[in-house]
């Protein structure tokens, strides 16, 4: 199967750009246009659907929803909702969700959580009316939407880094996402970890696609773009460093970006970020270097590349340029 291309958007833009965006994109020959579910943006249901009608070929969906501020059955009615508008193009992916403690919400068993969350939303547009009692989630006998789903089942994908997330994946996903990621060593990393679940479920732990996604900024200044994915990095650099076995930091790294961050100082922390570290945590240069960073994932065995948001040093020129400059050199 060759790799997917994919664009990851932020839900942060004004009515009509989507439809823009989306365009471009497909006429560029982009594969899956990916909207981030990230705390207090718009609902990622909103760009899909502009979006959604906008295109005629790409696939689309959130990465991801989570089960604890978005119960269930609203999960399968907005993927349901998107099939229909999309013609059957959606996928739906979940994840336990990032910084909920700033709205109060808790976020206990999530590994139960999400797997419950994909059966009921499963049942429900599979029209499955005999009950669910899980440890977290009900349905009762004779619960069903009440509508016609396009599709009784959407591709699933499953946000996650660790070994047990990745497991979770292995039995219930088509695909997992690993988000914050530009490193071909995590690719092996993953695989094994997908394959314990894959195999105590009996699937085959290659039918899971592998799908890394990371900041993303390419322009002719390559080294204008590298300055501008450091500052992007250095935002996120402490959640996913740790969560990367293959790489070794400086030491006080991590914290000195930290304080720099905190201090609103988010130039002078990605100053820090040495270019090595980069490279494993975002695509950034020129259409050149950018693509032969996505060439390396794809030589270690990714189903889709995702060139995450902000895509150059204006959105509208990043896309522009993944598209006419970076797309063309890649072999799939």
Request: proline residues 7%.
């Amino acid at each position: 199967m060759a790799a997917e291309i994919g664009l990851g958007l932020q839900s942060d833009k004004p009515a009509g750009t989507y439809a823009r965006l989306a365009r471009t994109a497909e006429a560029a020959g982009f594969d899956v246009l990916t909207v981030f579910g990230d705390l207090m943006y718009q609902p990622p249901l909103f760009p899909l659907l502009e979006m959604a009608a906008a295109t005629s070929r790409v696939r689309l969906g959130p990465a991801c929803l989570n089960p604890y501020s978005l119960a269930p059955y609203e999960i399968a009615g907005q993927t349901a909702a998107l099939d229909l508008a999309s013609h059957g193009r959606a996928y739906l992916g979940l994840a336990r969700g990032t910084w909920l403690g700033a709205v109060g919400i808790p976020q206990p068993r999530p590994l139960t959580t999400l797997a419950e969350a994909a059966v009921v939303v499963e049942r429900l547009l599979g029209k499955d009316t005999s009950g669910y009692d899980g440890q977290v989630f009900h349905l009762g006998a004779g619960t069903a939407l009440r509508y016609e789903p396009h599709r009784p089942r959407v591709p699933l994908l499953i946000g996650a880094w660790g070994p047990r997330g990745a497991a979770l994946a292995g039995r219930i996903a088509d695909e997992i996402k690993v988000g914050g990621s530009a490193n071909p060593a995590m690719v092996p990393v993953i695989r094994d970890r997908v394959a314990v679940g894959a195999t105590a479920a009996g699937r085959d732990p290659d039918e899971i696609g592998i799908v890394l996604g990371a900041v993303t900024v390419v322009d002719t200044d390559g080294e204008a773009a590298r300055a501008k994915a450091r500052t992007e990095v250095a935002m996120y650099l402490a959640v996913v460093a740790d969560l990367d076995p293959t790489v070794t930091l400086p030491d006080g790294l991590v914290a000195r970006v930290g304080e720099l961050v905190d201090a609103g100082e988010h130039e002078a922390a990605g100053r820090l970020i040495p270019g090595e570290v980069l490279d494993r945590f975002a695509f950034s240069g020129t259409p050149e270097q950018v693509a032969a960073q996505a060439q390396a994932l794809i030589d270690a065995g990714v189903r889709r590349v995702e060139f995450g948001t902000p895509h150059g040093l204006t959105d509208d020129g990043g896309i522009e340029l993944l598209g006419s400059a970076v797309l063309p050199l890649l072999k799939r």
